[in-house]
């Protein structure tokens, strides 16, 4: 098992399904990324240079950095974002999978 396999395993069983479906998501939305384990969570990398990490906590699953995009990227993305250019999607929601896929993709535009 990688160190991605036991961060899953670990979190907590309401998390763990939501993990692996952003997980799925990312490696699908970023063709050529690679995944790595980095700053103590899971990430999807392009080019050792950009990459989203994400990581489950309490109330909320994390994707992180999250960039800037132009006003119609925003007005989808903007609702999840934290100050810290993260976007946080609560536990208690639905687990918005066209987001993260429009961040994803947001990402590998960026390369």
Do not use: N
């Not at 994400?54 to 006003?71: F, M, S």
């Not at 994803?104 to 535009?109: M, N, V």
Request: with cysteine; aromatic share 10%.
């Amino acid at each position: 098992m990688s160190e991605i396999d036991d961060y899953i395993a670990a979190a907590p069983e309401a998390a763990r399904e939501r993990l692996l479906a952003v997980r799925e998501t990312l490696l699908r939305c970023v063709p050529g990324g690679t995944e790595t384990f980095r700053y103590g969570m899971p990430a999807v990398m392009i080019d050792a240079r950009y990459g989203l990490h994400y990581a489950t906590w309490k109330k909320h699953l994390a994707l992180y950095p999250v960039y800037r995009g132009d006003d119609a990227y925003e007005a989808v993305v903007g609702p999840y974002r934290a100050a810290t250019d993260s976007a946080h999607f609560p536990h208690a929601k639905p687990l918005p999978l066209d987001v993260i896929e429009l961040i994803a993709q947001g990402l590998h535009a960026r390369r």
